[in-house]
């Protein structure tokens, strides 16, 4: 500040000056002017906030953050500008309790995380630092806060904290590893599955963890082959089935998903690998094929019908009995084969096998493509899935046409048999009948010549007579019997004898025939 200096007679004589170093507040200004620059500029939110809460400053962040212009925002309080209504009460609690720490510890900072809510009405997740603000005597006039949208850091950090979870708790080995095939991840499922913990594995080569020795060069080529595939493509994965081997040694085949690990530039960093073991898988594959080649060798027509009756396989044998392809039945109902007339017994009997799960067996007529028909024994039974749920049945069937003409031969032979026996059983009784009447008169005339005057050799003639006679009409009586033996009509007498006098009624009716050829017969 200048001025003039002059004498009692207003003469000029000299000048005055004063001066004041203006560094300070220049620096001072410079600084205000630099921090006013950063604040408009800033991408964060700046606020300031008086002591009751009142927004004293909105900078062009906090307009694109939030949504709100300054005249919109200054003169507000937060809690009833962009805090969700559920969360105020809290966030003025807590302003407070800033406001009074801040002022016990005027350099002290506040940092939180707090949802806030834009204009429109969508929710973000921020950082917010927060600091006093105070005059040049120290005192507190205010709160300033700086806020950052980290509604996609947190977004990852939910989906990295899923990830982990699904990796965590997958019934799957999930493993990942460098480029140059070091384990850097292995879940708790990889332990399970090959009974390393993940310290034992991390750190390892999966050469030397799972490739069985023998495969190992192979493995190699195959993974240097993947690295270069999806080096150039990122959205390609490999699928493989490999053999693998477990800690104990125990190998077994797995199906391993490979994808490329990638950072924010595209670079690949390694590759993750999910794996499931197919033991299980490949030992029903066996048995499915096992199954497969039974059922197309066989010479019974077997199918699979839905329980709506639906017809799903249909096997060769059932291609030959029924004159119809695979192509042409599946997909059709089973009237397709089966007579008007049966259908309805049929439909029953799927739908009981159906309900209670048990098999079902009966003969019925089944019809052929070129519309004859032939005598099918049918045989269906229950086809459940994983869960032990009924989902259709399946059915054999067997051509027995020729079984039951056999069978209805048999029966025809048996009963022609059993006439024939019972004609013959009628020949031997009516025989026995007609050769007793005579026998009996001629052994009644016996009777009567040994009562008259005979020498001993006309008596020992009659007495042969005799005896042979009645030997006579016991074999009619044997006959007799042999008939009743055939009819089932047989019963045992029980009789005593003398066998001595049996002994020599055979030998008298020998002794004529030995006497004939000049023997002599000698019982004793």
């Known amino acids: 500040v200048g001025g003039a200096i002059r004498d009692r007679d207003g003469k000029l004589i000299g000048i005055s000056a004063i001066h004041r170093d203006l560094t300070e507040r220049k620096r001072a200004e410079g600084e205000q002017a630099l921090l006013a620059a950063l604040v408009k500029t800033s991408e964060d939110a700046i606020i300031s906030h008086s002591t009751d809460f009142r927004i004293t400053s909105w900078n062009r962040g906090a307009q694109r953050l939030l949504g709100y212009t300054p005249e919109e925002a200054l003169g507000k309080r937060p809690f009833d500008l962009y805090v969700p209504l559920t969360d105020r009460a809290t966030d003025q ?17 506040r940092q939180l995380e707090l949802r ?90 999966i050469l030397d963890v799972y490739v069985p020795l023998s495969k190992r060069e192979h493995a190699q080529t195959v993974m240097n082959e993947v690295f ?26 797995a ?13 690949l960093l390694g590759l993750s690998a999910i794996m499931s073991d197919l033991s299980e898988r490949k030992q029903a594959e066996r048995e499915a094929s096992l199954l497969a080649a039974v059922v197309n060798a066989s010479d019974d027509a077997i199918m699979n019908v839905s ?46 096998v159906v309900e209670t799960g048990q098999p079902v067996s009966w003969e019925q007529r089944a019809l052929r493509r070129d519309g004859t028909s032939f005598v099918s024994a049918v045989n269906i039974f229950p086809i459940r899935d994983a869960t032990g749920t009924i989902t259709g049945v399946a059915g054999i069937g067997r051509d027995i046409t020729s079984f039951k003409e056999t069978e209805r031969q048999l ?19 009516s025989m026995s009948h007609e050769i007793r009447t005579p026998m009996t008169a001629i052994l009644g005339m016996a009777d009567l010549l040994a009562e008259g005057q005979l020498n001993a050799e006309q008596r020992r003639y009659i007495e042969i007579l005799c005896n042979n006679g009645h030997t006579l009409l016991d074999l009619i009586n044997s006959i007799l019997d042999l008939a009743k033996i ?39």
């Open 411 to 429: 029966v025809a032979a048996r009963e022609a048999a059993l006439a024939a026996s019972e004609a013959k059983s009628e020949f031997l009784s």
């Open 116 to 205: 806030v809510l834009r204009k429109d009405g969508a929710l973000l997740d921020t950082a917010i630092v927060g600091c006093g603000i105070h005059d040049s005597n120290g005192k507190l006039i205010g709160l300033s806060t700086i806020m950052r949208d980290i509604t996609a850091r947190k977004r990852a950090e939910r989906e990295n904290a899923l990830l982990a979870a699904v990796v965590g708790s997958s019934v799957h080995a999930i493993v990942s590893f460098s480029n140059d095939l070091v384990i850097t991840s292995w879940n708790p499922g990889a332990e399970r599955m090959f009974r390393f913990t993940a310290n034992e594995a991390i750190g390892k080569s």
């Open 307 to 352: 329980s709506q009756g639906q017809i799903i396989t249909w096997n060769p044998a059932a291609e030959r009995a029924y004159g119809y392809t695979a192509a042409e039945a599946v997909g059709k109902s089973i009237e397709l084969f089966v007579l008007p007339d049966e259908l309805p017994e049929t439909i029953a009997r799927t739908r009981l």
């Open 255 to 267: 199906a391993i998903m490979l994808s490329g690990i990638y950072d924010r530039d595209g670079q």
């Open 486 to 524: 055939e009819s089932g009509r047989l019963t045992l007498e029980h009789v005593a004898f003398d066998l001595s006098e049996v002994m020599e009624k055979s030998a008298q009716t020998l002794a004529i025939r030995a006497h004939a050829k000049q023997l002599e017969l000698i019982v004793s």
């Open 228 to 253: 270069e595939t999806l080096t150039g493509e990122r959205e390609a994965s490999h699928r493989l089935e490999v053999p693998v081997i477990r800690k104990d040694g125990v190998e077994f085949e």
């Open 93 to 109: 609690a807590r302003l407070t309790s800033d406001l009074a720490m801040i002022r016990e510890n005027p350099g002290a900072m």
